[in-house]
């Protein structure tokens, strides 16, 4: 697995499914209810209780985030995030950068220390990565400056080319 440092936050290559910290997030959809992409490896991972679940939350709206158990996984928590269909406009930017924020809020109120987050919305919702790439680190940098708590923020990459996008971008 490739990896590196630098200073809380660290770039990943692999399945955010079986890392071991205290919550990975998933790139959900406004049911919450499961799909393809990470959302369906993090729901085959976890097991059909994280459904069950899901299905009283009664959804999610975008850019908000949501915390479930971790159920079968190892991570303990689950915070459940929609992004933007990407489209062009303004307003997508907006709406990735509350994602993060508000999934490290709730990361906080839940005394967690260390989270992992995937390439919200850079998928099937098709957010260039370079872009979003930007926003995930910029937005957590900046929490990370205000909130101490939050000892280690993974963001992990299932491609090497979106790694390397990351790992650029830190260095
Ligand atoms: N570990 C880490 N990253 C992953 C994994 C994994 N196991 N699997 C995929 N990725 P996507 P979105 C990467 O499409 O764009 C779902 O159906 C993937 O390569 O999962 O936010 C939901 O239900 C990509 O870089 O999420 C929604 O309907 C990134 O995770 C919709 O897709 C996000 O891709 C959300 O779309």
Redesign the pocket.
Known sequence: MNTETFNKIEIMQ????ILDVDAIVN???NSLL????????IHRAAGTKLLDYCKGLGGCSTGEAVITPGFKLKAGHIIHTV?PVYSGKKEDAIQLGLCYKNCLKIAVENNIKSIAF??????????P?KDACKIAVDTTFAFLKEEKSIQHVVF????LD?YKIYKDYLS
Request: net charge negative; aromatic share 10%; glycine share 28%.
């Open positions: 692999g399945d955010i499914t790139a959900a959809n499961g799909g393809g992409g990470v959302d369906g490896a992004g995937p390439a919200i919305s850079c998928g099937v919702y098709g957010y990565l992990i990459q299932f491609s979106n």
